[in-house]
């Protein structure tokens, strides 16, 4: 069923292969979280770019933790009630990419 596969937490070496195959810079951090950094020309660019993926996330129903700053943005997702990176986190960090 999709929605277990979403559900489930991805570790190790299935966790890395699948952040090998998708690229675009995502980490996978102590196979707890999946983390991106982006920097933008000033803090306008950067905050604009903070809201369209609040506004993804709020579609979604998957939130992130979102770290603003001037000309960075630091998305951090893990889906808490499972307790690590699931199938959703790769959707909401596929998602953001398009933005």
Do not use: C
């Not at 604009?48 to 939130?63: I, L, P, Q, R």
């Amino acid at each position: 069923m999709e929605s277990e596969k979403n559900s489930r937490v991805i570790k190790g070496v299935e966790l890395q292969a699948m952040v090998d195959r998708r690229g675009h810079g995502w980490e996978a951090v102590k196979d707890h979280h999946l983390e991106k950094k982006y920097t933008f020309p000033d803090f306008a660019t950067a905050l604009a770019f903070t809201n369209k993926v609040g506004a993804v996330a709020e579609a979604e129903g998957h939130h992130p933790d979102i770290h603003l700053s001037w000309g960075k943005v630091r998305i951090v997702t893990w889906t808490h009630d499972a307790g690590g990176i699931t199938g959703k986190d790769f959707a909401l960090a596929e998602k953001v990419e398009k933005l």
